[in-house]
């Protein structure tokens, strides 16, 4: 049987309601400028919102990356964290904080949208996002993927097991900023896209389960990702018999009382 390379759980990206700090090794560099910044780096701020890096944490300092770093907004509470930063992980410190939800409010009024409704009428919560997460591995692009630590573990331990029963199992999607779901709102409305419309596919901003870091989308090769047809899958089948023993539920099985289509693909760690 293969087995998985080990993942450096002791990854973290820092969380702050405007900025995120990254390890720089897991970033891409997008010019000539950057590639010698990131080279350099510990860890790299990246704005939320479109993701641009904003400045590079060197051995000698600060280095800015955007004109005007000093006017950025949500600066201070990223150089906060950024001298917080090698706390997390060290010496088993492992205490997951939350961040404030004031600034969801405010552009998700921007888009129209009635949160209050939108929470009688589901019955989901405003999920708040994690202060720190781990590095949990790569998803099926490639791509970081990340996760609270305790469900980072479960993750890996997850695949593991999956493994060698001879079933491999992909991540699609594991954490994903406030910023993030609002942004597909916003795109989607900028198409001509109506609010409902809109709900009727992507959970309300603030209220996916996949802002708390615990719950990720799981595919499998040769599948396409999040689509019912997963459910057909060999790797569904040890879902179902196997992922509970992991500490993992499906969120949303057939007619859930939230009223969200079915999702054989998401899962939530909900302790072991
Ligand atoms: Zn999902």
Do not use: C
Not at 154 to 177: C, F, K, N, P, T
């Amino acid at each position: 049987m293969p087995h998985l390379p080990p993942v450096p759980l002791k990854l973290a990206l820092a969380n702050t309601p405007e900025i995120e700090l990254w390890p720089a090794g897991l970033l891409r560099a997008r010019g000539n400028h950057d590639a010698r910044a990131l080279s350099r780096a510990r860890r790299v701020l990246r704005r939320k919102r479109d993701g641009a890096y904003l400045a590079a944490d060197l051995p000698e300092g600060l280095l800015p990356l955007v004109p005007q770093l000093r006017r950025e907004p949500g600066l201070e509470a990223a150089l906060d964290a950024l001298d917080a930063a090698p706390l997390h992980l060290r010496n088993g410190v492992e205490h997951v904080g939350a961040l404030p939800l004031h600034r969801l409010q405010e552009r998700r009024d921007g888009l129209g949208l009635d949160a209050g409704a939108y929470a009688e009428r589901t019955g989901l919560a405003l999920v708040a996002e994690p202060d720190w997460l781990a590095f949990a591995g790569f998803d099926r692009w490639r791509r970081p993927l990340w996760l609270r630590i305790d469900a980072a573990r479960a993750w890996q331990h997850l695949r593991e097991a999956a493994l060698a029963d001879g079933i491999v199992l992909e991540a699609i999607s594991g954490y994903r900023s406030h910023d993030y779901q609002l942004g597909i709102f916003e795109r989607k409305r900028a198409r001509g896209l109506e609010i409902e419309e809109i709900l009727a596919v992507n959970a309300a901003p603030g209220f996916s389960e996949h802002h708390s870091g615990l719950a990720l989308d799981i595919g499998t090769p040769d599948e396409p990702p999040a689509e019912a047809s997963f459910e057909a899958t060999a790797a569904f089948a040890w879902l179902r018999t196997h992922a509970g023993g992991h500490g993992f539920a499906m969120s949303y099985p057939r007619d859930n009382p939230h009223g969200i289509v079915y999702e054989p693909w998401h899962w939530r760690f909900a302790g072991a």
